[in-house]
């Protein structure tokens, strides 16, 4: 399973990844939309776990041009905010479990990674 | 008192204690009392202005068509007594032409004419020939009164020779009629008399031909006037002595206890106090060629009676009038003022909802953000104290450091406490504006007890949640109902000395409708006066200590709009008691339930 992580806290995905690399998780990270559009370009990933508050471009948009490129990919929300808007327009999206609010516990995380890559 | 305090109107007990936006618009008392004085001023007024007028006039015409009565009576008598007596001057002037003298002495041709008179004009009492100097020669009639001697006597001496007659050399004829006097017989009665002067060669023959009428003649005319109004028909004569008997003034031959009218041509009337003080109508009229005059006396108070009784039942209807319209006019003010100060009062306390919903939806936006913005450092600690425990774990030789374990265990877990509340914060936040959806009341309470929870254990406050098995989930909003409890609950605790208890219980009401909910604390309790006024904006007792007087107010209107009702119990000492009683089924607007029912 390899999964893309986008998060403008560079801090929280880069420490995500290791985490989820130690229990056999590949995981890349970006911390913009233009470095998660180049990222699928070289690699091909099975989920894509997305800030939905991310700088010039929000992870709903984000995850639909990845979505063209990638028809395969899933995707999970993760944010910190965790708005009505938010959590509305997300559930519209993907559907309400694929929303997380941060901080997550990463025995939540690699569940539920586990349990989409596994659908 | 019990029956006005009941339905005595809210606003007089108003007082418009804020400024601002909040301000009332009116002064209701002010609007009342205006309301009231304008519209009974208008009402009042021209009423009893045209009452005023309409009295007046009446009083003046009914005064006037007594005046009138008067002069009318007067004139009548008047004309009655002067042919009376004028017809009784011609008779004897007549007798005089028609007799010789010497056939005047003669007794029985006197008495002839005595009866003849009495046959032709009516009562006559006697009639007598007296010479010139004043003895009387020849007498018909009842009394023994020949040969008496007149010339003392008043009448005889206004009849003496030495004027007129004695510069003419044809018969003269004077007459003249007496006051009323006793004479010899010691009777009332007054004398009408005719000097008869005829010139005998160069030597004149004076003699007089008198007669004497009863008094009862004259008060058998007057007695049978008309006269209303208790009145007194009489003569006196030109000094003020009653000539015919007064019902009211006196007897015959008493001076009249009035003053004599001035002389006068025609009939008068006046109006005048009699010696008594009463107000009197006087109507007199000189009687020419007599001593006499003609007095009409009538008791005003008499006449005017009907007129006033009359009035007084008018005075009665324009009292009840007056009566009807001051408890009508004072009904529908009170009316629509309490009508203007109720919509005023919705008018503030939607005001308030609105400001309160805003408020609370700030609120929401803000903890939303805060929780953002703490979420993210939150989750960095978290991730690097999870990557800390991760390589702890996963490489060999960290792992016999169990210290270090439990310190990385101990930031995880206060991470995982911080993550707890921003959560709360947002679950908040979301429920704010989220509308209906299937709520869980045990869920429901305790989210919102679980903020007081460390307030209640530093008071030492029990608090006892008792929610029956059988209360099912039901549709509502759950941000109300979360801020309904969340209110109710901080009222308690306000009420409440540290180590109270606080007891919320729940169950299905009657025909299983409804949920019945009840939020009681042991309290201070409020006083019976300010039960009514509990859940008033702006009402509040905890003034000077942070109240705003919105609470109950803002609960009462949340639990309204989500189709509930609320009701208070309380005793002062004991406690109060809060029964909230929602509907199972919500009966919202058509098609808000459907809209966004969202788990």
Not at chain 2, 210 to 227: F, K, T
């Amino acid at each position: 399973m390899r999964v893309l992580l986008v998060d403008d806290e560079e801090e929280l995905v880069s420490t995500l990844a290791e985490r989820l690399a130690m229990r056999g998780i590949e995981a890349s990270w970006v911390t913009d939309y233009r470095g998660a559009l180049a990222q699928v370009e070289q690699e091909k990933f099975d989920i894509a776990l997305l800030d939905v508050r991310l700088p010039e471009m929000n992870g709903l948009e984000l995850k639909r041009l990845l979505a063209e490129r990638c028809p395969a990919m899933k995707f999970i929300f993760l944010t910190g905010h965790g708005s009505e808007e938010d959590f509305r327009a997300c559930s519209a999206e993907s559907g309400k479990e694929y929303y997380l609010i941060k901080p997550v516990q990463i025995e939540v995380l690699v569940a539920k990674l586990n349990e989409i890559f596994q659908q | 008192m019990d029956f006005f305090k009941r339905y005595k109107p809210g606003f007089l007990d108003y007082r418009n204690q804020v400024s601002g936006m909040y301000k009332s618009l009116f002064n209701f008392k002010l609007l009342w009392k205006q309301s009231i004085a304008i519209t009974l001023a208008v009402a009042l007024l021209p009423l009893l202005i045209l009452t005023f007028i309409d009295f007046k006039i009446s009083t003046q015409a009914m005064e006037s068509e007594i005046l009138l009565r008067t002069a009318r009576v007067v004139s009548n008598a008047r004309r009655t007594l002067t042919s009376y007596l004028e017809e009784r001057k011609f008779a004897l002037n007549f007798l005089t032409l028609d007799n010789t003298y010497d056939q005047l002495l003669d007794e029985q041709r006197l008495k002839q004419l005595l009866d003849n008179l009495k046959s032709g004009l009516g009562e006559w009492s006697d009639l007598g020939v007296i010479d010139h100097i004043g003895i009387q020669r020849n007498y018909a009639g009842p009394y023994a009164l020949r040969d008496m001697n007149y010339s003392d006597q008043d009448w005889y001496k206004k009849l003496s020779y030495s004027d007129a007659a004695s510069f003419h050399d044809a018969i003269t004829m004077r007459s003249n009629i007496s006051d009323v006097f006793l004479g010899f017989r010691n009777m009332p009665h007054l004398v009408i008399s005719v000097l008869h002067s005829n010139p005998i060669g160069l030597d004149w023959l004076h003699y007089v031909l008198r007669a004497s009428l009863d008094i009862d003649h004259l008060n058998n005319i007057l007695s049978h006037l008309e006269v209303s109004g208790d009145g007194d028909v009489f003569l006196i004569n030109h000094q003020g002595i009653i000539q015919t008997p007064s019902r009211h003034y006196g007897g015959i031959l008493k001076p009249l206890p009035l003053a004599v009218p001035p002389p006068s041509d025609h009939t008068e009337v006046v109006e005048s106090q009699d010696h008594l003080g009463s107000q009197v109508i006087i109507g007199y009229a000189y009687i020419t060629g007599t001593p006499f005059i003609l007095m009409v006396i009538k008791q005003k108070q008499n006449l005017m009676k009907t007129w006033y009784e009359t009035g007084s039942t008018l005075l009665l209807f324009l009292a009840c009038s007056i009566l009807t319209i001051v408890v009508v006019v004072i009904g529908i003010s009170t009316y629509l003022v309490n009508s203007i100060y109720q919509s005023d009062q919705k008018r503030l306390a939607t005001l308030h909802q609105v400001e309160y919903a805003n408020k609370m939806a700030s609120i929401g936006r803000l903890s939303a953000g805060v929780a953002h913005e703490i979420n993210n450092p939150l989750a960095i600690i978290n991730e690097k104290a999870g990557l800390i425990k991760d390589l702890f774990t996963f490489r060999q030789e960290y792992k016999g450091d169990i210290r270090l374990i439990g310190l990385i265990d101990s930031i995880i877990a206060a991470v995982e406490r911080c993550a707890t509340i921003t959560r709360q914060l947002l679950n908040f936040a979301r429920n704010i504006q989220v509308s209906l959806q299937k709520v869980n009341l045990k869920q429901i309470i305790d989210d919102v007890l679980e903020f007081q929870t460390k307030e209640a254990g530093y008071r030492s406050i029990t608090i006892a949640v008792d929610i029956a098995d059988d209360v099912p989930e039901f549709v509502s909003d759950r941000g109300k109902l979360q801020q309904v409890f969340i209110n109710l609950v901080n009222n308690a605790f306000a009420a409440m000395e540290d180590g109270g208890t606080l007891k919320i219980t729940g169950r299905l009401g009657s025909h299983d409708k409804t949920i019945v909910i009840t939020v009681s604390d042991n309290g201070c309790g409020i006083p019976q006066e300010n039960i009514k006024k509990i859940f008033e904006p702006f009402f509040t007792t905890k003034s000077g200590k942070g109240g705003t007087g919105l609470g109950l107010s803002i609960t009462y209107g949340l639990v309204k709009e989500i189709g509930g009702e609320i009701d208070i119990n309380s005793t002062i000492g004991r406690g109060t008691t809060f029964i909230i009683r929602l509907p199972l089924v919500y009966h919202g607007i058509k098609g808000e339930a459907d809209a966004s029912i969202t788990g």
